[in-house]
């Protein structure tokens, strides 16, 4: 009779045992680099947040969380569109998130809901009839190094409208994409 595993006239196999020692600091060793590259990323590159409140809605909801790049305005400049988050000019404690409308040296108005960046009306698809705010607003030239920041939700949105430009020095990333709940997963525009 032949036992199974080893074919007639083989040696028998050779065992060897690996101490557990080794294999614990492998493990380990590979989840403190796990940690800190996820460390790394977090701190300096994406940052996981939670949306709070409707004033960005349709674009982004209430609860819905996002990542935001915090490094890619060391790259890049920050442009028209843009959803940014930045610390709240009267408490800078609080973030807000908000889409940027006016660059430095841009002249904003708003008629009746209608935006106008340097006398010329914005096309705001991102903002759905129901969300616009009927309200005029008077000519502002946004400051150097500042920009205007509208709510996508215009008739619920604390915004430039209330507390003026944003200086730049206060905005820390840009909304890029969300995750949750699922059916919103994607880049965010």
């Not at 300096?44 to 709070?52: I, R």
């Not at 400049?77 to 009267?90: E, K, W």
Request: aromatic share 10%.
């Amino acid at each position: 009779m032949v036992e199974q595993g080893n074919p007639p006239g083989a040696s028998p196999a050779l065992v060897v045992k690996t101490p557990a020692r080794p294999i614990i600091s492998v493990w380990l060793r590979d989840l403190i680099v796990s940690l800190a590259i996820s460390a790394f990323i977090i701190i300096f590159l994406y940052q996981p947040v939670k949306v709070e409140g409707t004033s960005m809605m349709p674009s982004l909801d209430d609860q819905e969380r996002i990542l935001i790049n915090k490094f890619v305005y060391h790259l890049e400049s920050i442009q028209r569109g843009d959803i940014v988050v930045f610390r709240y000019p009267r408490d800078p404690s609080e973030s807000f998130i908000k889409r940027v409308i006016g660059l430095s040296g841009d002249r904003i108005r708003i008629d009746a809901g209608q935006v106008f960046v340097n006398g010329t009306a914005i096309d705001e698809d991102y903002v759905p009839p129901a969300y616009v705010d009927e309200r005029s607003y008077k000519t502002v030239v946004v400051p150097a190094g500042c920009y205007f920041v509208l709510g996508d939700h215009r008739s619920l949105s604390k915004d430039s409208r209330e507390f003026g430009p944003v200086k730049a020095s206060l905005v820390y990333g840009k909304a890029v994409f969300g995750y949750w709940p699922m059916d919103k997963l994607g880049r965010l525009k």
